[in-house]
T-cell receptor, first 114, second 116 residues
Framework: AQSVTQPDIHITVSEGASLELRCNYS??????LFWYVQSPGQGLQLLLK??????LVQGIKGFEAEFKRSQSSFNLRKPSVHWSDAAEYFC????????????FGKGTKLSVKP | EADIYQTPRYLVIGTGKKITLECSQT?????MYWYQQDPGMELHLIHY???????EKGDLSSESTVSRIRTEHFPLTLESARPSHTSQYLC???????????????FGPGTRLLVL
């Protein structure tokens, strides 16, 4: 069965600094991979997704993620963090051949220092 | 504009009451989902639907029930609310799939439920 691990529960970065949020998955084949962001009291917004092809995926708000099959990872990056990026970030994996159901990680809370 | 809506956004209710959480989408998606999310925790799938008259239970056991009579509408009902049902409930719809599986899920704003 597939699973998702986000090792960092809480990360604090300074505004303007670079960011990398880690995501590791467990799945026997190449999965579908997603990153979502959730602001307090809100639903989840899709940042980016990987289905196939280029392993470096560009998303909204200046985010990107890189799929590394050998490391079973799909880390999210941003070169310069803005205060408005403070939120909870969820990585999710979907199995190919599934009915579209996703498995979510426990999330990483991002705080941004001025 | 295509979107997904949830009402109410917040609900405080007493034990034993029957409640229905509404979810509607104008995205034309066949697939819809209900998740339960406790603070600081991951999302747990409690119900999903592949289309009209299709409903399935998710990975997390739930005392709630759902119905799918219309494509755009996927309400969740608790017949008798209890304090253990206090949580955030997120509705999503899925579309744009890359073949079998892989649909992107789009989320509503959520309903925060507090059962006293």
């Amino acid at each position: 069965a597939q699973s998702v691990t986000q090792p960092d529960i809480h990360i604090t970065v300074s505004e303007g600094a670079s960011l990398e949020l880690r995501c590791n998955y467990s799945y026997g084949a190449t999965p579908y991979l997603f990153w979502y962001v959730q602001s307090p009291g809100q639903g989840l917004q899709l940042l980016l997704k990987y289905f196939s092809g280029d392993t470096l995926v560009q998303g909204i708000k200046g985010f990107e993620a890189e799929f590394k099959r050998s490391q079973s990872s799909f880390n999210l990056r941003k070169p310069s963090v803005h205060w408005s990026d403070a939120a909870e970030y969820f990585c999710a994996v979907g199995a190919r051949g599934s009915q579209g159901n996703l498995i979510f990680g426990k999330g990483t809370k991002l705080s941004v220092k001025p | 504009e295509a979107d997904i809506y949830q009402t109410p956004r917040y609900l405080v209710i007493g034990t034993g009451k029957k409640i229905t959480l509404e979810c509607s989408q104008t995205m034309g998606h066949d697939k819809m989902y209900w998740y339960q999310q406790d603070p600081g925790m991951e999302l747990h799938l409690i119900h999903y639907s592949y289309g009209v008259n299709s409903t399935e239970k998710g990975d997390l056991s739930s005392e709630s029930t759902v119905s799918r009579i219309r494509t755009e509408h996927f309400p969740l009902t608790l017949e008798s609310a209890r304090p253990s049902h206090t949580s955030q409930y997120l509705c999503a719809s899925g579309g744009g799939g890359a073949g079998f599986g892989g649909e992107t899920q789009y989320f509503g704003p959520g309903t925060r439920l507090l059962v006293l």
